[in-house]
């Protein structure tokens, strides 16, 4: 199982229920990294895209807490471990957590790889990501050379679980 995530140096992911800053290339790979794949996410993350829509070309998880919620185009789930037996059906390489910061922080301990890209500036924000370089069973594998989009510095990197927590 892989996350997908951007954070600033803080380790922020969000602010009033909106992305911290949109780069280009980041956007690009997580186009890349998720198409034809399996995005698990919360309602919220799924009401922020444009329309509310579910992302198109990948099977949608959904979880949320309302038994009555129902939107076309998306699986819903109504616990972590409804998603975890949803997501027993596919390849684990072939499953993305992508948000928000409830969601991330549940499927932690089963995720192996996170694609992390990290904005080098702190800004605004009532949402984090939990700090991997301060979780022991965390390392950092890869880091590309530095990005920038305009005067925005950032890092694609990746960090794996030493003993993530199995779930089939």
Request: glycine share 6%; with cysteine.
């Amino acid at each position: 199982m892989n996350l997908i995530v951007a954070v600033d140096r803080n380790w922020a992911i969000g602010n009033k229920g909106q992305l911290l800053v949109s780069i280009p290339e980041d956007m690009k790979l997580f186009r890349s990294e998720t198409m034809g794949k399996v995005v698990v996410m919360g309602r919220k993350t799924l009401e922020s895209f444009p329309g509310g829509n579910p992302l198109k070309n990948r099977v949608n998880v959904v979880i949320t807490k309302d038994p009555s919620y129902e939107k076309e185009g998306v699986m819903v789930c109504h616990s972590v471990e409804e998603a975890l037996e949803v997501c027993k059906h596919y390849d684990e390489e072939d499953i993305y957590i992508i948000g928000g910061e409830t969601i991330y922080r549940q499927f932690l301990p089963y995720v192996k790889d996170a694609h992390i890209t990290k904005i080098d500036y702190a800004y605004e924000a009532d949402t984090y990501f939990p700090n991997l370089d301060e979780l022991p069973e965390w390392k950092e594998t890869e880091s590309s050379d530095e990005r920038t989009y305009f005067d925005l510095e950032y890092y694609f990197k990746k960090y794996e679980n030493s003993n993530p927590k199995s779930y089939r």
